[in-house]
């Protein structure tokens, strides 16, 4: 084996690597080492938190649509934590489902009541006025 002069450290630096190996360098040998990969599924869960997705459409239909809608996502991923074990997200989103449901729920009875209100008022001032 041939031995290479030392290089000399400039500013405590030790110089960098040549880009190069020298003549006559043995290439360490590599080893391949299988790769597995493994998938653990965790079961569905057994008892399940209610996912309200029927209630999620109903008020998404009959209410206010733009939370339903929130509601509904909400209660699909409930579902699918529930279908993939996974406990804390269906709890989480369960809970967040239901939060949505009853929001859209008072705000559409909010704006039925403020219809017929506001119905009342007109009809006060038509049969006033007329």
């Not at 509601?71 to 239901?98: P, V």
């Not at 559409?108 to 009342?120: I, M, S």
């Amino acid at each position: 084996m041939q031995n290479y002069p030392a290089y000399e450290e400039k500013n405590g630096v030790p110089p960098t690597a040549p880009l190069n190996p020298p003549p006559g360098y043995q290439y360490s040998q590599q080893v391949n080492v299988p790769v597995h990969n493994v998938i653990v599924r965790q079961p569905p869960l057994t008892d399940p938190p209610k996912d309200y997705l029927v209630e999620a459409i109903l008020v998404t239909v009959c209410c206010f649509w733009p939370t339903g809608i929130v509601a509904i996502i909400k209660a699909l991923d409930a579902q699918r934590g529930a279908n993939t074990g996974d406990r804390q997200l269906a709890e989480l989103s369960s809970r967040d489902a239901r939060k949505f449901v009853c929001i859209s729920l008072w705000l559409g009875v909010a704006a039925v009541v403020l219809t017929f209100l506001l119905l009342a008022v007109y009809v006060v001032l038509l049969v006033t006025y007329v």
